[in-house]
């Protein structure tokens, strides 16, 4: 039914081959050392063998961010395409919608490219391979943005990461199926598995006539089951057309005439017949899965972007980057830091610094205090005995303490010559 349509797709990848470099298919295959030549295994060799595969037919893959899978798919003898392996992303940053701009933090969504001159055996995330952001359509709507990875290391922030286990299977589907004469693989990034219920879930979502343009693609793939033919115009992507004549697609020009094999419109068409459907039954249920937490356009792009950028710099942010309310407030995380990074570890250490010399200033000022406070207690005290009466010391005399003296007797009481002589005045003078 849909023989036209590979005719007319193998025609291009026939193209594309005969436009090869052997010598970038070459540093692919034998650079990097042992992990960018591990070999596949020999369960998924025989898998492939059991499904009409070859170890070095061509490959595409596809990604579902809600999911959080990756898919390889491989062709087998008969044209079409099945799905071989699917792995659980370990990481991907942001949240569901496009990638607006550089610093958005978003991983991608779209239609991809990958060649292998976008294969790094040698990536710091152990194995990496670029998946050709920006495309053109990204180009014609002004999105920005570099060195969007799928690669290891299980770290993101704007990629797709997987563990290093998967990235080398990953990256050895890709090695092989170059090695076979495939120049470019192509990488559909969505944001979900496209059925209604899903489509149906986010209808009031900013991002859903973008994702409505992906789905066409999504549809016609599962329809085909041959990666569909990808272009841009008129700043929208197209698929699975042909230009009339002489005419071309330009991203940002007119969509020129183009035909598409009537067997295919005709399968796409009772696709969407029997999808529109079920989307008017999923949108008319109450869905128990909510939907998740969507890129509100290029306003919130722009917030996250000033985020990463203070980042960049070392200063002290929210811990999670904000996120724009529906009402244009902006949310952010309570917890403030200097997230990792060069110039967030010497801003930091400059803190530690700072920080640690304003204590020894309080140290120092705290003893100075005690100090004074010391000194003015003794000068206290000295003038409180200065001002204090002299009281007169008993002297104690013979064996008899001075308690023992009754409070009435005189000295003419004492015993001794002097006492008997004042007791004789005493008597004759009177007392």
């Keep these: 039914m849909i023989a036209s ?20 298919l070459e540093q ?5 050392g042992a ?3 591990k070999q596949l295994s020999g369960k998924i060799l025989a898998e492939m063998k059991s499904r009409g595969m070859s170890r070095t037919s061509p490959v595409m893959a596809r990604i579902f961010k809600e999911e959080g899978k990756l898919e390889i798919w491989k062709q087998k003898n008969n044209g079409r395409y099945d799905v071989i392996a699917t792995y659980d992303i370990c990481k991907w940053s942001g949240q569901l919608g496009p990638k607006y701009n550089e610093g958005d ?11 292998p ?43 797709y990461s997987m563990t290093d286990a998967q990235i080398e299977e990953i990256y050895a589907f890709g090695r092989d199926a170059f090695k076979g004469g495939q120049t470019e693989f192509q990488i559909q990034a969505f944001p979900f598995r496209m059925t209604a219920a899903n489509m149906a879930r986010y209808r009031n979502d900013p991002n859903f006539e973008f994702w409505t343009m992906l789905k066409e693609g999504y549809d016609q793939f599962e329809v085909t089951k041959v990666p569909p033919k990808v272009d841009v115009c008129e700043k929208r992507y197209v698929f699975n057309r042909v230009a009339d004549g002489d005419a071309t697609f330009s991203p940002t020009g007119a969509c020129p005439a183009t035909t598409q094999p009537g067997t295919l419109a005709t399968a796409y068409q009772s696709y969407q017949k029997t999808y529109d459907a079920a989307f008017s039954t999923a949108a008319r249920k109450s869905d128990k899965n909510p939907p998740k937490p969507t890129i509100d356009g290029l306003k919130e792009a722009n917030i996250v972007a000033e985020w990463t950028k203070k980042r960049a710099r070392g200063e002290r942010i929210s811990i999670e980057p904000p996120s724009l309310n529906p009402d244009g407030t902006v949310t952010q995380t309570a917890q403030m830091g200097r997230i990792d990074s060069p110039a967030g570890r010497r801003q930091a ?23 004074a406070e010391e000194k003015q207690r003794a000068v206290e005290q000295a003038k409180a005995d200065a001002a204090a009466p002299a009281v007169e010391p008993v002297v104690a005399t013979g064996a008899v303490e001075p308690t023992d003296v009754p409070a009435e007797a005189t000295v003419a009481d004492k015993p001794g010559l002097l006492g008997g002589a004042r007791k004789r005045f005493a008597n004759i003078f009177g007392s």
């Excluded at 040698?122 to 014609?140: Q, T």
Aim: charged share 20%.
């Design 5 to 24: 349509l590979f005719r007319m797709i193998f025609l291009a990848a026939a193209i594309a081959v005969a436009g090869c470099n052997a010598s970038d």
């Design 28 to 32: 692919v295959s034998t650079s990097g």
């Design 35 to 37: 992990k960018a030549n």
């Design 105 to 115: 933090r978003q991983a991608p969504e779209g239609f991809y490219t990958v060649r």
């Design 117 to 159: 001159a976008q294969m790094n055996p040698n990536s710091s995330y152990h194995l990496a391979f670029n998946i050709g952001y920006p495309n053109a359509y990204d180009r014609a709507n002004g999105r920005t943005g570099a060195n969007l990875m799928v690669h290891g290391a299980c770290s993101s922030s704007g990629c």
């Design 349 to 371: 250490a400059a803190d530690e610094a700072a920080a640690k010399k304003a204590r020894a200033e309080e140290e120092k000022k705290a003893i100075e205090l005690a100090k």
